[in-house]
């Protein structure tokens, strides 16, 4: 890490808060039919989602592979869903071309509001009061908080988190935390090969709900079996540097007979735990927390995520 970068880390896994801007997608889906319109394309149970609350879930297609991981929140009969920049568009064309066929409405509010990710402990009621309305924003919480506010009011927001003393929170920085807390990033670790299911996210599959897209496929692997792999974490020894580079992510796992284990799909040193960690998709046989792992020929433990609460 440079000096930046560091000083940056070191606030932060020293209780302080920080914030980092990013593109982030929001989606609203409303009208008197949201509910079973969703139902039938989501993972998670919308019928049971209170006014006010929120869930995690996923968008499958048909064979039962990733679109999109969102967290939804509830307005009324409104949802809002919250995506990654990168498949924002892909999911809102998804949900749009179904509108004619029932009594629900769809609209990409992306380009209307401004997304702040805050990391640590925030008083958000002292944020809001300091300049933006809660009326206008909202609010998804998670291993991070996403905050989406007007564009209009962007710079009032930024200067309410300066007032508060936060720490803008730099890419490479953000990288770092990111695996730590063992978020997935789509096109990086998931895309759409990934089996929903194989992302093994606490809260993202519904499987007492009915029938939706991906169903079958999703649901058959949970009663009758279990995923051929699911993403995990690895930890190195503190002098080990199993890659040399970021390109080099996608570095083959074996077992220490020589078998086929797996692949890394993201990692980074981290400071905290003073070693290297990494995001990984480790096949079913080598689930186990504990279990050693080589990558070119050098030792990996599977770990459970986060590497950092």
């Known amino acids: 890490m440079n000096t930046d970068l560091e000083n940056a880390y070191q606030a932060i896994r020293s209780g302080r808060a920080g914030f980092h801007e990013q593109p982030r997608g929001l989606i609203a889906v409303w009208g008197k039919e949201a509910v079973p319109f969703l139902d039938g394309m989501i993972t998670n149970d919308m019928k049971t989602l209170e006014d006010g609350g929120q869930m ?6 048909a064979q039962g592979r990733l679109l999109a991981v969102v967290r939804v929140l509830r307005q009324g009969d409104r949802f809002l869903l919250e995506t990654e920049d990168t498949t924002r568009e892909k999911l809102f064309q998804n949900l749009f071309r179904f509108t004619f066929a029932g009594d629900f409405f769809v609209e990409d509010l992306s380009e209307q509001f401004r997304c702040f990710e805050l990391i640590g402990k925030y ?6 009061v300091l300049g933006v309305s809660t009326d206008e924003s909202f609010v998804f919480e998670g291993r991070s908080t996403s905050v989406f506010v007007p564009a209009k009011s962007a710079d009032v927001f930024r200067s ?13 920085t953000y990288e770092t935390l990111r695996i730590e807390n063992g978020i997935p990033k789509f096109g ?16 993202l599959i519904s499987y007492n709900k009915g029938c939706y897209i991906g169903q079958e496929i999703i649901a058959r692997i949970h009663f009758r079996g279990h995923v ?5 974490g690895l930890t190195f020894e503190a002098e080990t540097q199993p890659v040399g580079s970021v390109s080099q992510v996608g570095a083959e796992l074996t077992s220490n007979d020589g078998k086929p284990g797996g692949r890394i799909t993201s990692w980074t040193y981290s400071p905290k735990l003073e070693k290297t960690v990494a995001l990984a998709f480790v096949r079913y046989d080598y689930l186990a927390e504990g279990t050693e792992l080589l990558v070119d020929g050098k030792p990996a433990i599977v770990t459970p995520l986060p590497f950092v609460k």
């Open 56 to 61: 995690l879930a996923a968008f499958p297609n």
């Open 123 to 128: 008083d958000l009621l002292a944020l809001f």
């Open 160 to 172: 309410s988190l300066n007032q508060l003393e936060s720490v803008r929170i730099d890419d490479g």
């Open 188 to 203: 990086v670790d998931m895309d759409e090969t990934t089996i929903v299911s194989e992302l093994g996210l606490e809260g």
């Open 228 to 232: 051929a792999k699911r993403h995990t």
